[in-house]
């Protein structure tokens, strides 16, 4: 059989369906997508955009389903849940009296080390 041919009953198609979930099921997917993209850095603006266009099919379900009110509440709970804070700054150890310019000594000195 030739790849241009078209078989109709092709049992290698790829077909996508949605598949029913257990309760909760939805909030967990809508709390790791998040969750997931808040690492990655992304802000509320951007990730509120992920929802609201229906281009992104399961983030948009969820949007539809739950509402704006839900996910905005989701994308600041996430955010303030993962704030990075910066770390403290240390001082170059060639700076530092007395210190020199060892390398290992400085690693070991780090406040967060």
């Known amino acids: 059989m030739p790849k241009d041919e078209f078989v109709a009953e092709d049992p290698m198609e790829l077909v996508g369906m ?12 809508a ?3 998040v969750e997931e993209y808040v ?5 509320a ?3 509120m955009t992920l929802f609201v266009n229906p281009l992104f ?7 539809r389903q739950k ?3 839900y996910v905005q509440e989701l994308i600041d709970a996430t955010c303030a849940k993962w ?3 910066a770390m403290p ?17 400085a690693v070991r000195d780090r406040p967060y080390a």
Do not use: K
């Not at 949605?18 to 997917?29: C, K, Q, R, T, W």
């Open 31 to 33: 709390e790791t997508l």
């Open 18 to 29: 949605v598949m029913p979930g257990a309760p909760g099921m939805l909030e967990a997917m």
């Open 39 to 43: 690492l990655l850095g992304w802000d």
């Open 67 to 69: 509402g704006e009110a």
């Open 89 to 105: 700054e240390t001082p170059h150890p060639s700076s530092v009296p007395g210190e020199g310019s060892n390398a290992a000594q």
């Open 45 to 47: 603006t951007r990730l």
């Open 57 to 63: 099919v399961a983030t948009h379900r969820i949007y």
């Open 83 to 85: 704030r990075i804070t």
